[in-house]
């Protein structure tokens, strides 16, 4: 079945960077775009970047561009989000998620990521 | 990219239907026919529901149907059940590789 397990979040003082990755089973990673999906608590839910299938093009949410990096190992199935210069409205719940816009999409159950000093 | 818009809540007896709107521009939801539908469950991860506008991924049950008309989506959950009480998430394609989510409604079952 097909599994998303995030990793590598926890509480970063602001201005300090943190590295989420992504491991994905039970499917043929290389052939569906990913993306980071964020929630802060209480809030709703935030598109935060995609990278297509085969890592040949990113994109950003503005609130981010420039801070986070995006990228993905075919060769491993996992998917990682560099994220740079935190900020406390950072503070979120990032969920990797296969595809959402078609039929396969399939969201992990999270990883927190608290920025706080 | 400024999020579309949801009404915050939503309720129906069991049995009843309700509908869901998720109003956006025509640079998004008027735009693509790539508007997905999620669930969430207090403390659980979103679950896909509704995807490309009208589609049900299998396991979805044929009591959720999508639509979409101008620069408006919309989930209908027919039939009410007491598991169908959640939040519910729009989201569309937003040209040049970006993304939008709506801002959420809450479905409340009386």
């Known amino acids: 079945q097909v599994q998303l397990v995030e990793s590598g979040g926890g509480v970063v003082q602001p201005g300090r960077s943190l590295r989420l990755s992504c491991a994905a089973s039970g499917f043929t990673f290389n052939k569906d775009a990913m993306h980071w999906v964020r929630q802060a608590p209480g809030k709703g839910l935030e598109w935060v970047a995609i990278?297509?299938?085969?890592?040949?093009?990113?994109n950003y949410a503005d609130a981010v561009k420039g801070r986070f990096t995006i990228s993905r190992d075919n060769s491993n199935n996992t998917m990682s989000l560099q994220m740079n210069s935190l900020r406390v409205d950072d503070t979120a719940v990032y969920y990797c998620v296969r595809d959402p816009f078609s039929g396969n999409g399939y969201w992990g159950q999270g990883t927190l990521v608290t920025v706080s000093s | 990219q400024s999020a579309l818009t949801q009404p915050p809540s939503a309720s129906g007896s069991p049995g009843q239907s309700v509908t869901i709107s998720c109003t956006g521009t025509?640079?998004?939801?008027?735009?693509?026919?790539?508007v997905s539908w999620f669930q969430q469950h207090p403390g659980k991860a979103p679950k896909l529901m509704i995807y490309?506008?009208?589609k049900r991924p299998s396991g979805v049950p044929d009591r959720f149907s999508g639509s979409k008309s101008g620069n408006t989506a919309s989930l209908t959950v027919s039939g009410l059940q007491a598991e169908d009480e959640a939040d519910y998430y729009c989201s569309s394609y937003a040209g040049s590789t970006n993304y939008v989510f709506g801002t959420g409604t809450k479905v409340t079952v009386l």
């Open positions: 025509s640079g998004d939801v008027g735009g693509h026919n790539y």
């Open positions: 490309q506008v009208t």
């Open positions: 990278i297509w299938y085969d890592g040949s093009h990113k």
